[in-house]
């Protein structure tokens, strides 16, 4: 990605290429524990969890986020077994965490979705 302006279309498609890339669902898992939260795999273990999990009456997926009290947090994960250079900060992971939900879009944070998508779903074996 360039360092130019780029109109709301093009940082929409980057975000799908981004999203395609990594098979991104619009589905997030939150870990309460650790309060990670993050997009899933489309078609993992994670999300199809999530999907057969019965929700409390009243409640929608949404509200709920992805529940996995009991399940592994895939940041944590990352966390415990990245080598010291290659972790990223706790103030970027929250920043991920609260903006991935938002409608706000820009190419820095689109440069940071990347940098952590890349970061959590790659793998050093």
């Known amino acids: 990605m360039m360092d130019r302006p780029y109109c709301?279309?093009?940082?929409?498609?980057?975000?799908?290429e981004l999203h395609d890339?990594?098979?991104?669902?619009?589905?997030?898992?939150?870990?309460?524990?650790?309060?990670?939260?993050?997009?899933?795999?489309?078609?993992?273990?994670k999300e199809q969890f999530i999907l057969?999990?019965?929700?409390?009456?009243g409640?929608?997926?949404?509200?709920?986020?992805?529940?996995?009290?009991?399940?592994?947090?895939?940041?944590?994960?990352?966390?415990?077994t990245s080598i010291e250079s290659n972790k990223p900060t706790a103030s970027?992971?929250?920043?991920?965490?609260?903006?991935?939900t938002d409608c706000k879009i820009d190419i820095e944070f689109l440069k940071q979705k990347t940098n952590f998508y890349k970061w959590l779903f790659q793998h050093d074996y």
Do not use: M, W
């Open 52 to 57: 057969d999990t019965p929700l409390p009456s």
């Open 21 to 45: 890339k990594y098979r991104l669902s619009n589905i997030f898992a939150q870990h309460y524990p650790c309060g990670h939260k993050y997009r899933v795999k489309k078609g993992g273990r």
């Open 92 to 100: 970027f992971i929250d920043n991920i965490k609260i903006r991935d």
């Open 59 to 80: 409640q929608c997926l949404n509200d709920l986020n992805g529940l996995l009290d009991d399940q592994t947090c895939s940041v944590c994960f990352k966390l415990r």
């Open 8 to 16: 709301l279309q093009e940082l929409r498609d980057l975000e799908s």
